[in-house]
């Protein structure tokens, strides 16, 4: 059974995963995780699901690519007003 708790838990679970929750929240949704195993397993999920978005994104841009898109960032850049 999935009570409040669980739901909260379950809600934070990215930015716990990504250190971005303060530190008594991080601390509150770790001692939730280390009691409730279906929590657990959530969390081992999205982790695990992260780790393989990470390293599957993890190619680099080919350079020709690059250049393009470096180029268009610079023609489409807002000149700066006269002062």
């Known amino acids: ?39 657990l397993e959530a969390f081992d999920f999205h982790d695990q699901l992260r780790h393989v978005v990470q390293h599957k994104c993890a190619e680099q841009m080919p350079l020709e690519m690059k250049a393009k898109l470096l180029h268009l960032i610079d023609e489409t850049e807002p000149t700066s007003p006269p002062a």
Do not use: F, N
Request: aromatic share 6%; net charge negative.
């Open 1 to 39: 059974m999935v009570d409040h708790e669980c739901d909260d838990a379950v809600e934070k679970l990215y930015e716990y995963l990504d250190g971005e929750l303060d530190g008594p929240t991080m601390q509150q949704v770790k001692d939730h995780l280390q009691r409730c195993s279906p929590c």
